[in-house]
């Protein structure tokens, strides 16, 4: 009996040796099907598995959830993954396609006389080999995990139409539904889902897979209340302690954001009762707080929970979560100043949880919109983009919202800065003295006491748009005066801070590399160099000195005309960004108003009138018809008075604007032509009919270029010249200086020439009137 066991191991390993031999992918027999089924699924297949689930097994171990945020469904969905798995994906991707090349079985298997039912099965097949379907599958799976939806998308159609195994073709079913998720085609994604049919004792994994995505699938669309109950229905299929510790927290969110509190109450402890990670069981007792239903729940023990967690030491890296769930319950129950103080807590919290901070300024941020209060509102919505991750879902939209408010509010803070400024002005000056004096005052006393003064923010450029420091204890607190409203002093910090980092209060602080303008001394000699004290030492010290609130007063005419000047513009742009930026005719109406109002005979009124106009039209056809009235009566010959009684205007201009190109296009090619004749007369003909275009200094820069090639120096400075007095705000006008100051530099007798004519023009002898003059003695004894 030994004996036959052993010839037939004999012959079963000699089998296995000549097997290969007949077994070519060319030749379609039951051996063949047999040999490369194996070798295929237990070699190469198996192989690229591997790689595939250890692929998988890196994101689980190295990801890390930030449950401040709503979860992803998948981790596989954030983008930060590609780099944890890439090289795995690609190895799995190189074994299933090297499988699918060496042991794709394609040809036909001999037909006999009679065919049976089985035989009649394997002729209409495509693929003989089944373990080449599942590599296909993977190859689209390894694709998706490596973010290349465009690669999968093809991969997991072929499974649909070409897969044998029906269960192959509904797995790829939901994973093109995936695809179509990431890349927000929803319907499409949908449409798969609700064809498929998952009903069977035999598809739990199947069931588990189908109803994540479909939640997956709300959840992308925002459609939360929508999203729960596949969610809820994917638990009872899904294994594994960190997959349903992670989505009881998903669903107790959706809950919470779709109203339902008790619900997300009980799903967040429920997450407690999961035994998760410290930092998981954590943000679950926080976000009770943020679900509690204060006409069901007690909020006095929710409270003491947080206070007692507060004491925890293993919580000191988490006080700013814990002061913002505070704040959180202090407002659900309608205490509006201490909720106010935990988010300061919470964003003053040293803490490298940036998007923490960002939750939190946004908080304060909605709050402040929500009063409204413009200037606070737009000062922490621009702390919250400056926070937030940019792959946060709600970033773009912030940070448009935060550029749109930012356009109102610096108009709104010169308006508040320069009308405190003209209170201040018009003080006695004792009055004037005395309050400068205890601002000055409450700095030195700070700085003795080893604190940080009211005051102090902006007299260092660093620290002034240091974003960290931008929110002080006092803002509730804050008055409406320019030297008090830390919001108009910090404001615009984050822009600052990415361009010029911190920088002292000192001349040239915009140069990157500031060593050859200020040399920094020695420890030992520090605020001094030669016995001198340097310049960055006196402009630290000069926030102590009066002198520096007074040179930004209003204290004269000329200065409170130019200040009126600033807010006339100021309360037209805010108007106007009220209009286009924030769609809020009201107060875009109340600001344009108070413009006509205060500056009746200012030259912003016709426009003033025209934007009312507009912003009315939609809403109120009488009150934009009385602007328009407005506007044609006293203001007809004004361009927008021109507009609205012209209907061809626009048309008009737009012609006369094609003549004026046209012909400065003649002058510039007569000038490379060097007939620079014709450039002075086509130049002198577009300032006559084109005098008031864009073009009009461009012409006159132009023509004093052919006068210098054609005269002396003398007179193309004079041509340069009359740039900078008609249009001297133009960039032809800062181009004609430049030249001037070069000739003044190699020809200064042109200069005196020009000061002499102007002294001629300013001082004229005249014997009739009375004259001042002084008399000066150098010998006290003598005797007048």
Sequence with gaps: MPAVKASYRYILLLGLILLPVNCSVEKNTGATRLYHGITARYNIYFNGNESFKAGVLKISGQYKDDYGDLLKVFEFSDPSVVSVCRSDMETAIQKASKLISLKSITSKPQSKNKESEISADLLNRKEYNEWVDDSYLLIGKARFYKHEFAEAEPVFIHSINEANDPMIRKEASVWLSRVYNETGKY??????????????KRQKPLKAMYYTTLADNYIKQKKYSEAIEPLKTSLKYLSGKRTRYRLTYLLAQLNG??????????????????????????????????VFDPDSDNPKAIRRELEKMLKNSKNKDYLDQIYFALANLMMKEGNEKEALAYFRKSVSSSSGNRAQKGRSYLALADHYLAKPDFINAGRFYDSTVFFLNEKNPDYLALKTKAQNLGAVVSQLIIIQTEDSLQKVAAMSENERNTFI?????????????GRKSQYADRFNLGQ?????????????????????????????????RRRYGDRALEDNWRRANRSSISVMPAADNAGQTNGKET?????????????????????????????????ANAYLNAGQAFAEKLSDTGRATELLEKLITRYPSHELV?????????????????????????????????????????PDYY?????????????????????????????????????????QNNLAPKFQLLRAYAVARISDERAFREELAKITKQWPSTEESRKALQIMAFLDQKLPELKIEEETIIAKEIFKADTTLTHVFSLIIADPAFNI
């Design 606 to 646: 016709p426009e003033a009138l025209y934007s009312l106009y507009n912003i009315n039209r939609s809403e109120n056809n009488s009150i934009s018809e009385t602007y328009r009235q407005r506007l044609l009566e006293k203001y007809p010959q004004t361009e927008f008075s021109k507009i609205l009684s012209d």
């Design 464 to 496: 002034y748009y240091e974003n960290e420091m931008r929110f002080q204890e006092n803002i509730a607190q804050e008055g409406k005066w320019y030297f008090y409203n830390q919001s108009a002093l910090t404001f615009g910090r984050t822009e600052f």
């Design 257 to 290: 954001l779709a109203g339902n509190s008790s619900e997300a109450l009980s799903l967040y402890r429920d997450v407690v009762r999961l035994n998760p990670p410290y930092d998981v069981e954590f943000n679950a007792r926080i976000n009770i707080a943020g």
């Design 535 to 567: 310049d960055t030492s006196k402009a630290v010290v000069d926030y102590k000195k009066p002198e520096f609130y007074l040179k930004n007063l209003p204290l004269n005419d000329s200065l409170l005309a130019l200040s009126n000047e600033k807010i």
């Design 187 to 200: 319907s499409e994604a949908l449409r798969l889902l609700n064809d498929l049919d998952i009903s069977g």
């Design 651 to 691: 048309k008009k201009k737009l012609e006369e604007i094609r003549i004026a190109e046209n012909l400065y296009e003649q002058a510039y090619n007569a000038y490379s032509g060097e007939n620079f004749s014709a450039v002075i007369s086509l130049c002198n003909e577009g300032l006559e009919k084109h005098g």
């Design 437 to 449: 004096n205890s601002i000055i005052n409450d700095i030195i006393k700070a700085e003795s006491e």
